[in-house]
């Protein structure tokens, strides 16, 4: 390809609204354009970049046996109502009608279309198990789309749906597709880590993400480095720490005027917040149920684990607001479980609390040497996030904390949505039985940001071979030499027809320029013809160790060939 053919749209500067390397390098480089908010074209390098990264996806599912379709992006309420989404899934889910007033919705996943094409597909036990899959547009309307392709409102997932007649054939699916995960992961030259996941009303540990691990990743991957358990903070689990035991000491009423927050209550009464209660009111909006959630003063409430003890949903679930809050009994700024008729959960370690100190539901006012059992009780629950520091459930290690992007996620469904959906089939007694289900996403697009998160330095992006737009640019420092665009293109024509694919750069401009283009959009190789293309000499830059070598022109060749037919 001519470069003055390409459209090379590269930026000097990205616009102010991208934060991440990625966001900026791909708006920059010229790869992707904004539409609106969440919404992007993609250009033509960057197409090149994510059609490779499909092909490398599709590779490996169809390696694995699994089958590909297209569904439509258009869904409609009727199967939505049928699993009970419909109401559940919240504002994310972009719906529209059609011209006779009947309700759609633009898919943000799709297991209601696949469970219903199963149970239409599907007839005995002799065609299971069967797993289908698509590289296809999602639609969610994230409340915040940001970091250009990470969190967009419009990407691409490839999604894949497993039926199966039994749990242990779930089994076996699910380790397939892990298995299939780890291959795609690792030939898209990924650094990532392989996490527990939570996978809320279902339970079990019948979830894995996978995480691309960076600094600005929206994840946190709490983990063992001496026994390897992974989670992310959502699910994962710590051994409580146990407070110090001491004699139970009389219940007290202290004033503590304007003294609201852990920090101001703890050094007020010159004590460690953990000796402070941290009480949080949720509410419940299945039940309009007010909720306290106490956890140490030191600690955070992990959300996901309560809505879980609750058997809720996300989109129910809420902070309380000051009227619920003062209608249960308490006072916004000094809540405490004392004397409350409301659900109180209260996080394992606040159980193992003694003589500690709450909010008194009273203005100004706290109570000290509050203690469980004599005071007040609570359903004990897990409910605070784990942090670096804390015990490994498994072996009682320290545990570390990593950022992550999750790329991928697989789901143990069971028969979540094949009962609700009515998809059956007749198994070998002649029985009607629901299949049971996987399913297994990768954030198609998301993975694209995630590898420029990972290989990129200050010029710009340094694509792996294997998914660069083109593996090698050849730039005459003068396209107006004779002896530089002969020898310019000569190699040009050498290299054209092979298994490599090869820009020319045609264009007329100084070589700083054209040399910063390549840099940014990440070209593997760069083949600069100088000063002595008379004598067939090139030098040889490799744009992942920035390393540049004289060499005759027939050695760059022979390297790039060679560098290809690697991949
Ligand atoms: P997140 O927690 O980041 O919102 P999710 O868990 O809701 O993601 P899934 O339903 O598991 O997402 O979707 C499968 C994959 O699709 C995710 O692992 C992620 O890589 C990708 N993905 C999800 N939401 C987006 C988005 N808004 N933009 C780009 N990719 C996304
Ligand atoms: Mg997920």
Redesign the pocket.
Known sequence: MKASRMLISTLKEAPNEAQIPSHILLLRAGMIRKLVAGVYNYLPLGLKVLNKIENIIREEMDRSGALEILSSAVQPKELWEESGRWYKYGPELMRFKDRHDREFCLGP?HEEIFTDLAKNLVKSYKTLPVNLYQIQT?Y?D?LR?RFG?????E?I?K?SYSFDLDEAGLEESYKIMYDTYKRIFDRLGINYKIVLADTGAIGGNGSH?FMALSEVG?SNIVYCDDCHYAADEEKAIAVAEIAEDEALLELASVDTPKQKTIEEVSSFLNISPKKVVKAVCYRETTNNETVIVLVRGDREVNEIKVINALNTAEAFFRMATDEEIIEIGCIPGFIGPVGINAKILMDQEVALMKNMVTGANAKDKHLVNVNVGRDFNATVIDCRNAVAGDRCPVCGKEMKVERGI????IFKLQTKYSSAMDCTYINQDGKNVPMVMGCY???V???MSSIIEQYHDEFGIKWPMNIAPYHAVIVPINYNDVEQSKLANNIYSQLLGTKVEVILDDRDAKPGFKFKDWELIGIPYMIICGRRSVEGIVELKNRMTNEKVEVTFEEAVKVVKEAVNNI
């Open positions: 996943t999602k969610r994230e789309p392709l990470m969190r967009g409102r990407f997932m999604d993400q929206e999750e790329v991928g996620q996403g990768i954030g697009t998301r993975t």
